[in-house]
């Protein structure tokens, strides 16, 4: 069974930096991807990034700011998160998928495993 762990999530302030961690584990693929997501309340899920073996993506609202990485040695994927805005407030989400990101990385559907979240408030 495949488990997905993220944290690093907490209070900073506009304009600080903030990364989260997602560890997966119980799986045996040489291939595999993470998706990060986000909601706000209210508001729709929507995907901020993507990271596989071979590719990689990001949300037109985090280009430049949020960068991926991978040791996959740990199985461990972080999402290096610059320069927060107050829209960057939500619950985010990794997500498992056994492949690339190259097709329906921002759908929520495209993933199999998620994990439980972990919380990124942004306010002065």
């Known amino acids: 069974q495949v488990q997905v762990v993220e944290s690093g999530g907490g209070s900073v302030r506009p304009g600080e930096s903030r990364s989260l961690s997602c560890v997966a584990s119980g799986f045996t693929r040489d291939f595999w991807a993470i998706g990060w997501f986000r909601q706000a309340p209210g508001k729709e899920r929507e995907g901020v990034s993507c990271?596989?073996?071979?590719?990689?993506y990001y949300a037109d609202s985090v280009k430049g700011r949020f960068t991926n990485a991978k040791n996959k040695p740990k199985s461990t994927v972080y999402l290096h998160m610059n320069s927060l805005k107050t829209v960057d407030t939500a619950m985010y989400y990794c997500?498992?998928?056994?492949?690339?990101?190259?097709?329906?990385?921002?759908?929520?559907?495209?993933?199999?495993?998620w994990g439980q979240g972990t919380q990124v408030t942004v306010t002065k």
């Open positions: 990271i596989s073996d071979l590719d990689e």
């Open positions: 997500a498992f998928y056994v492949g690339t990101c190259v097709t329906n990385w921002d759908r929520f559907w495209k993933y199999d495993k």
